[in-house]
């Protein structure tokens, strides 16, 4: 590897150009267009079949998008046919403006407007390449011969457009902006701008695309409030980007030019495109919805869009994708699940119409995601809080603060050993298995209780060891009753050093829950959990499991 063979390509303007710093985030959404069909789809290593591209129209048409590009009809037949379809089988809602892709060359305009023939609303986007690397390299060309092709492709874009039934917007590109001098850049803009002579009436669009990221995010936010400032006719022009992500920085490009004067961004969902992609538009959208501003895409659904999205391109989104990636929201550290635990209990009992829960930008539910499968996930670096959180959202055990710990080790050690993440119906099990009912070597058979003396008489019937026992106890209450019952018959000693219940279900089948908790003479703590139509027989299996546990 030798550095020195690398110089910076890019160019800075002029000018200061800082205003965009002085803001502190997105007020508003921009216009969106999708180029999933167009440029995402030419990245594929199997690009999309004609009805795999209208399934995929259909979902972007559902998610929001009003601006959609279709496709680059003069580059093959199967776009043609593509564009074609669209507009013959009346495909296109009538608020949804569709966009094809022009090189600025007379007889792919001339094809393109051939395949637009009837389309109600219509971006045409013409573009050429404007660097100085494709200047030098590719076309050898000087600046005024560039300069004169955007010009010429202006003008055949306006005449067709006169000739051709239908509504037509303009949209022109610089390609390779930002490998372009800033000034020449928009001069080349100015002058089509002069050609099209834009109005606040019909507004043409100048997109100033990342053709390859050459800078770091802010010198392009620099680059792009230049253009905003001094381009021609300034309130009749959408000012578009359109960020790849060479650099992995196409979020941040997008960000920070939207803070400096962008109203407009192409990009892909999930962020597919040529090389490392284009802009993902679902991060920067939700990224904008965690500061309280509606970015007018759908995405209530992100699951479904996801599983779709991967089915028709045959493209995985990555498990740590911002958003939508499956593993994003999960937790698994203990520290972090308790935290979070903590957070959602706050938010409803002080704050349920505000989301501020740790480690969560977003509330997951909101893009169709579930707390019990997307964010506590258990494996054996989880701790006390994530299991306890777990038992009780999905099965309504709300395990005391100190059996947690208890209950805590006991799972993790089981995914330790079999090197695997627990699923809730796995963490239940393990829960049940060891704490709850247990019935060996005793095994509760009855129990009555009389009052007697100011106290309370227990007779309970047990079998130990496969032979059943009747034993009597008395104490202060009926679990005191019990247990003296059974230390009284045993060689067991203990004690009780925490009782807690709570109804575990509602209605006519209801149960109970209780957990008790006895120490042995070294100060051993022991758990156990009785489950039981009636309260009083639930405690009294809680106290069995737990003496049983010391067995």
């Known amino acids: 590897m030798n550095s020195e063979k690398y110089k910076r390509q890019y160019f800075m303007p002029p000018e200061e150009c800082l205003d965009w710093a002085r803001k502190e985030y997105i007020t508003k959404a921009p216009d969106w267009c999708s180029v999933d069909l167009r440029d995402g789809n030419q990245a594929l290593i199997i690009p999309m079949s004609l009805d795999e591209k209208v399934e995929f129209f259909k979902y972007l048409v559902k998610v929001g998008f009003k601006e959609i590009e279709v496709g680059f009809p003069a580059a093959s037949e199967t776009e043609y046919t593509f564009l074609r379809t669209l507009i013959e089988q009346d495909l296109i809602p009538d608020d949804i403006t569709i966009q094809v892709l022009t090189q600025a060359r007379e007889h792919i305009i001339k094809r393109t407007f051939e395949a637009l023939k009837g389309a109600k609303r219509a971006i045409v986007h013409v573009y050429n390449s404007t660097s100085l690397a494709q200047r030098e390299q590719v076309f050898k060309k000087s600046k005024e011969e560039i300069l004169k092709i955007a010009t010429d492709g ?12 239908g509504n037509f917007q303009f949209e022109y590109s610089p390609e390779s902006f930002t490998g372009t001098e800033v000034e020449y850049a928009l001069e080349v803009c100015n002058a089509v701008l002069d050609i099209w002579k834009p109005s606040p009436d019909w507004k043409v669009i100048i997109n100033l695309p990342v053709t390859v ?9 620099s680059q792009i409030e230049y253009m905003s400032k001094h381009m021609k006719y300034r309130d009749s ?7 790849h992500n060479d650099r992995g920085c196409g979020v941040a490009d997008t960000e920070l030019a939207l803070l400096a004067g962008a109203d407009r961004v192409e990009g892909t969902l999930f962020g597919n ?15 904008m919805y965690s500061h309280g501003v509606d970015p007018n895409l759908d995405f209530s659904n992100l699951p479904e869009l996801t599983k779709n999205y991967e089915r028709l391109t045959r493209m995985n989104v990555y498990e740590r994708q911002p958003y939508s990636g499956k593993l994003v929201f999960a937790a698994f550290s203990g520290s972090h699940q308790d935290a979070i635990a903590k957070g959602m209990h706050w ?15 977003i509330d997951p539910k909101d893009i169709g995601r579930e707390y019990e499968s997307d964010v506590i996930r258990i494996n054996s670096q989880s701790g006390k809080g994530g299991i306890g959180y777990v038992l009780e959202e999905n099965f309504g055990f709300h395990i005391p603060g100190k059996m947690r710990e208890d209950v805590g080790y006991t799972v993790k050690d089981v995914s330790d050993k079999q090197h695997r993440e627990l699923v809730p119906k796995d963490i239940l099990d393990v829960f049940k298995t060891v704490y709850v009912n247990i019935s060996s070597p005793i095994a509760l058979k009855e129990c009555h209780f009389i009052q007697k003396d100011g106290g309370i008489e227990a007779e309970i019937s047990l079998e130990k060891s496969g032979v059943d026992k009747l034993y009597h106890g008395r104490g202060n209450g009926r679990l005191d009753a019990v247990s003296n019952a059974l230390q009284r018959h045993s060689d067991l000693d203990y004690s ?9 279900t509602v209605g006519s089948n209801s149960k109970a829950c209780s957990y008790v908790a006895i120490q042995k003479p070294n100060g051993t703590v022991v758990w156990g959990a009785g489950i ?20």
């Open 273 to 287: 495109g040529e090389r490392t992609g284009n802009v993902d538009i679902v991060t920067v959208a939700l990224n």
């Open 154 to 165: 202006a003008k055949l874009l306006k005449k067709l457009a006169d000739e051709t039934e």
């Open 496 to 504: 009780i050093v925490s009782y807690q219940e709570h109804a575990l």
């Open 532 to 551: 039981h139509e009636d309260i009083i027989t639930a405690s009294v299996l809680a106290l069995i499991s737990a003496v049983n546990r010391i067995q």
């Open 213 to 221: 990221q050459l800078s770091m995010p802010h010198v392009y936010a």
């Open 347 to 361: 938010i409803d009992d002080r704050h349920p119409d505000y989301w501020s829960v740790p480690y969560l930008p």
């Open 237 to 243: 022009v959408v000012l578009s980007i359109h960020p």
